[in-house]
């Protein structure tokens, strides 16, 4: 059986950790039946600063950031190489919560990309080989002679890992807990990262 999920109304309710904050979060999402709570919105912008938004999913996260896998070659790699600042927002409305997460981006070692891509079913790997993700195609067609020609390339052998694909970990800078409330005086809480690795938490004016 699970703890009911904390309510936290006090910056002294929070935990200091802000990614233990967020499991506990992710963990009532769940437990709360929300329809993919790992599904977030990852903003991007190129270095001019023109901003684009899409879904993904979160594979993973720990104290060293938020994980996700995509095309290093799609519109957001590309974005994210001329200028490797991401925001990721989550909402689950199932219990009437939000996070966000802004910082730099890194791309996971090719170990850690091999290693999720490994456990991916076969079609989905061939699917991140034939797709160039992001770039314009004449029709669905091209896509299906792809998977014909990749998985008979692949026949007699795993599906390697594309050199053009893996993950991206969003190193936390700051990260806010928003939580709906009555009146719209929702509670917003903050967490900053400090020159000395510490987080400091205040409270935002919804
Ligand atoms: C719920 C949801 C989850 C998604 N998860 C991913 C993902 O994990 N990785 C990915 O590359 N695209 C994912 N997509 C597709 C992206 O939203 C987007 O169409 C694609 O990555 C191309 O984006 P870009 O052209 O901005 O690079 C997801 C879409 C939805 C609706």
């Known amino acids: 059986m699970t703890d009911a999920p904390r309510d936290p109304r006090q910056i002294s ?51 060293r ?17 001329a200028n490797p600042a991401a925001a990721l927002m989550f909402y689950w409305d199932a219990i009437s919560r939000s996070v966000r997460v802004e ?13 999720y ?40 052998r795993d599906v390697t890992l594309p050199p053009f694909w893996g993950g991206y970990r969003v190193v936390p800078e700051r990260i806010e807990f928003w939580i709906s409330r009555p009146s719209r005086l929702h509670d917003r809480f903050c967490y900053r990262k400090q020159a000395d690795g510490t987080w400091k938490i205040v409270r935002l004016s919804p």
């Open 13 to 63: 309710d929070l935990n200091p950790d802000p990614i233990a904050e967020f499991t506990d979060w992710f963990e009532a999402a769940k437990a709360a039946g929300a329809s993919r709570p790992d599904a977030m919105v990852l903003a991007t912008a190129t270095e001019a600063g023109v901003p684009s938004a899409r879904m993904v999913f979160l594979r993973g996260f720990d104290a």
């Open 65 to 81: 950031g938020w994980v996700f896998y995509t095309n290093y070659e799609s519109r957001k790699g590309q974005e994210m190489k």
């Open 103 to 115: 910082g730099q981006v890194e791309k996971t070692t090719t170990e850690e990309s091999e290693r």
């Open 117 to 156: 891509f490994g456990g991916r079913p076969r079609d989905s790997q061939l699917g991140a080989w034939a797709s160039q993700q992001s770039r314009v195609i004449a029709g669905r067609e091209v896509l299906d002679e792809r998977m014909a020609q990749l998985s008979h390339d692949f026949c007699d």
